[in-house]
């Protein structure tokens, strides 16, 4: 049994191959990679009176191994013979001993599959990877040597679906793909993660600072999200995978609905003091409400839902006075026009008096929406929704400072 007062731990501060500090520390292996370089280390605790300088230091013994092939193939291993044989070789026995080195070398398979894991868990946290690890693993690994002779027989359509997408992705044109293996890997991670919201596996992301830190756009992420999708799908066909259920028309307004709301109020935190943001919500909230949003019988079915959310706002801010220069701001969130905005509003209030539509007062100006609301007391859970989420990203955001 070991004494633990002659135990000595050695904490690793930064790479040392690289120098860098950014490393992730992997217990159950007993490991800490890098996470730039791809260097292993394994962790440095020792007894206080063993040979600690054979395993740790300048005149260590041992070696931490990189967790990918370039360190070999520049050492000369399978690189050259993959092109030439062994035919024409100089030194026929140093040949032979960096084979060996090459074969025998502890090294990660598959290097980016691992790079594209450590950006869902950085960008949308563990929670996330757990649940999205077995898509990763489809995206950036190869079928199996039995999956690969049947995808072979396939017509061309189902052959080129079933390819892995990692290597689609990456060989896109110029402006499709990234610009780098790193920002590929974020590509990647940033459509599964979109993916995943589309089909209800996990609850919708906001893309958007993700593309800002990443400095990627719309159609790359959506790209990727539809190479992915398609190869699933070829999967599904083949028996290999199964395809979760699908949302229901309903669900995924429901959820566009809140995500829409969730960027124009984040807008609108930085433009009004808390007393005139929170009666822009409860008013907003209340419209919806009355249009029946969020259920089977919504009454604004036929008007998109991020049209749907800004004009409903830009009645609210109307309604207390605040409408100066709402719809420009309104417009922003969405990249729409602010004419657009203010024509569908005018047209709904229109129609709204006329009786041509029943909106259950939803654009009746002449009074509060809130006011008809604690009257009927009705119930909503898209609102109920929303609002949860508000106050669990308030809560996340003051245990966070």
């Known amino acids: 049994m070991i004494d633990n007062k002659n135990v000595e731990k050695r904490e690793l501060t930064q790479?040392?191959?690289?120098?860098?500090?950014?490393?992730?520390?992997?217990?159950?292996?007993g490991e800490t990679w890098c996470i730039p370089c791809g260097l292993v280390h394994k962790d440095q605790e020792i007894e206080a009176n063993d040979n600690g300088a054979a395993l740790f230091g300048e005149g260590a013994h041992y070696q931490a191994v990189r967790n990918d092939k370039d360190v070999n193939r520049r050492l000369g291993g399978t690189g050259p013979k993959m092109k030439f044989g062994s035919r024409g070789v100089v030194n026929a026995s140093k040949y032979r001993l960096l084979e060996k080195i090459d074969r025998s070398s502890v090294r990660n398979p598959h290097p980016f599959a691992q790079r594209v894991k450590s950006n869902i868990e950085t960008l949308y946290g563990r929670h996330a990877l757990h649940i999205l690890e077995f898509l990763v693993e489809m995206s950036c690994r190869p079928l199996?040597?039995?999956?690969?002779?049947?995808?072979?027989k396939q017509d061309k359509s189902m052959n080129k679906r079933?390819?892995?997408?990692?290597?689609?992705?990456?060989?896109?044109?110029?402006?499709?793909?990234?610009?780098?293996?790193e920002q590929n890997a974020v590509i990647i991670a940033a459509a599964i993660v979109e993916l995943a919201g589309e089909l209800g596996i996990m609850p919708k992301f906001d893309r958007r600072?993700?593309?800002?830190?990443?400095?990627?756009?719309?159609?790359?992420?959506?790209?990727?999200?539809?190479?992915?999708?398609?190869?699933?799908?070829?999967?599904?066909?083949?028996g290999w995978a199964a395809m979760p259920p699908r949302k229901s028309a309903g669900d995924r307004r429901e959820d566009a609905i809140v995500q829409a709301m969730e960027h124009v109020f984040d807008m609108l935190g930085d433009h009004?003091?808390?007393?005139?943001?929170?009666?822009?919500?409860?008013?907003t909230e209340a419209r919806l409400a009355l249009l029946k949003e969020g259920t089977s019988e919504a009454l604004s079915i036929n008007v998109e839902e991020r049209m749907l959310v800004s004009v409903s706002v830009y009645a609210s801010l109307t309604a207390f006075g605040l409408q100066s220069g709402a719809a420009d701001l309104l417009a922003g969130v969405f990249g729409s026009t602010s004419s657009g905005i203010r024509s569908r509003y005018d047209a709904l209030v229109t129609e709204s008096a006329s009786g041509e539509f029943q909106d259950n007062g939803a654009f009746d100006m002449s009074q509060l929406c809130g006011d008809l609301l604690n009257e009927s007391q009705e119930q909503n859970a898209l609102i109920a929704k929303f609002r949860l989420g508000r106050v669990c990203g308030k809560r996340f955001s003051s245990s966070e400072s």
């Open 144 to 152: 199996t040597g039995e999956q690969g002779m049947i995808r072979k």
């Open 209 to 238: 600072s993700t593309m800002e830190q990443a400095g990627i756009v719309p159609k790359q992420i959506s790209s990727a999200r539809i190479r992915i999708f398609n190869h699933w799908k070829a999967r599904a066909t083949m």
């Open 162 to 181: 079933l390819g892995m997408p990692k290597q689609s992705i990456c060989r896109k044109k110029k402006g499709i793909k990234g610009s780098s293996d």
């Open 272 to 283: 009004h003091d808390e007393g005139d943001f929170n009666r822009i919500l409860y008013e």
């Open 15 to 29: 790479c040392d191959e690289c120098s860098s500090k950014d490393l992730k520390h992997v217990p159950e292996k």
